[in-house]
């Protein structure tokens, strides 16, 4: 079993997330009594937000150099948002970084998927790190809310609701009514938060459901099991 190089999330939630995940992943394909081969390097989020992009890119090189030198074979960011540093944590080192996009795309992609309805932070909603990445190398066409309004609406609702483990009722209502106004056209909804989950399950959409967390996850379990 190779080692994973995780990068900690916007929140120790997305961290924990991570580890549990790529835990239970090698338990289910390898069994008891295995367990994930990681180490993580955890990034103190106040430091993240008051980071401009040059400060941003030096932490997260930092973070990926140190788990290069404590012998991880390949990175994970553990954050749809945090990929806007990707390409800082490529060029610091020499190991593979698995990048969410592409763990994405290769696994929609191969199920003829082409366009997405996409919700997450503000950044991943407007950003090019994921939806451009995905455009260009996987072919597949993404939409979000039309309305800057509502993207920063769905932001905060990550951030001061979801992140702190609440969810109002009208939160809720709000984020159905935006995939709801999303689905029309798109092959699949894909949530690019991991904190998203929470509000929206399957059971409310009619469109198949994928959360970006898991479709990464998958991709560093084949990583580390030989499946890729």
């Given at each position: 079993?190779?080692?994973?190089?995780?990068?900690?999330?916007?929140?120790?939630?997305?961290?924990?997330?991570?580890?549990?995940?790529?835990?239970?992943g090698?338990?289910?394909?390898?069994?008891?009594?295995?367990?994930?081969?990681?180490?993580?390097?955890?990034?103190?989020?106040?430091?993240?937000?008051?980071?401009?992009?040059?400060?941003?890119?030096?932490?997260?090189?930092?973070?990926?150099?140190?788990?290069?030198?404590?012998?991880?074979?390949?990175?994970?960011?553990?954050?749809?948002?945090l990929?806007?540093?990707?390409?800082?944590?490529?060029?610091?080192?020499?190991?593979?970084?698995?990048?969410?996009?592409?763990?994405?795309?290769?696994?929609?992609?191969?199920?003829?998927?082409?366009?997405?309805?996409?919700?997450?932070?503000?950044?991943?909603?407007?950003?090019?790190?994921?939806?451009?990445?995905?455009?260009?190398?996987?072919?597949?066409?993404?939409?979000?809310?039309?309305?800057?309004?509502?993207?920063?609406?769905?932001?905060?609702?990550?951030?001061?609701?979801?992140?702190?483990?609440?969810?109002?009722?009208?939160?809720?209502a709000?984020?159905?009514?935006?995939?709801?106004?999303?689905?029309?056209?798109?092959?699949?909804?894909?949530?690019?938060?991991?904190?998203l989950?929470?509000?929206?399950?399957?059971?409310?959409?009619?469109?198949?459901?994928?959360?970006?967390?898991?479709?990464?996850?998958?991709?560093?379990?084949?990583?580390m099991?030989?499946?890729?």
């Amino acid at each position: 079993m190779k080692t994973i190089g995780l990068i900690g999330g916007i929140g120790w939630e997305s961290s924990a997330a991570y580890y549990q995940r790529l835990n239970r992943g090698v338990e289910a394909r390898l069994g008891l009594p295995h367990s994930a081969r990681c180490v993580l390097v955890g990034l103190d989020y106040a430091d993240v937000e008051a980071a401009d992009a040059g400060a941003l890119a030096a932490l997260m090189a930092d973070a990926a150099q140190r788990l290069e030198a404590a012998d991880a074979d390949a990175l994970v960011i553990a954050s749809n948002s945090l990929h806007k540093a990707a390409d800082a944590v490529a060029a610091a080192t020499t190991r593979p970084l698995i990048h969410i996009a592409d763990a994405i795309g290769a696994q929609l992609a191969a199920q003829g998927l082409k366009t997405l309805a996409l919700l997450g932070t503000r950044s991943t909603m407007e950003g090019p790190f994921i939806r451009t990445r995905l455009a260009e190398r996987w072919g597949i066409a993404t939409r979000v809310p039309d309305d800057a309004a509502r993207r920063a609406a769905i932001d905060r609702a990550i951030y001061d609701e979801l992140a702190q483990g609440q969810l109002r009722p009208d939160t809720r209502a709000a984020l159905l009514a935006d995939v709801a106004a999303l689905q029309a056209g798109c092959d699949a909804l894909l949530l690019g938060c991991s904190e998203l989950p929470h509000a929206i399950r399957q059971s409310d959409v009619t469109l198949p459901l994928f959360e970006s967390t898991d479709l990464h996850v998958a991709a560093a379990l084949d990583f580390m099991l030989g499946a890729a």
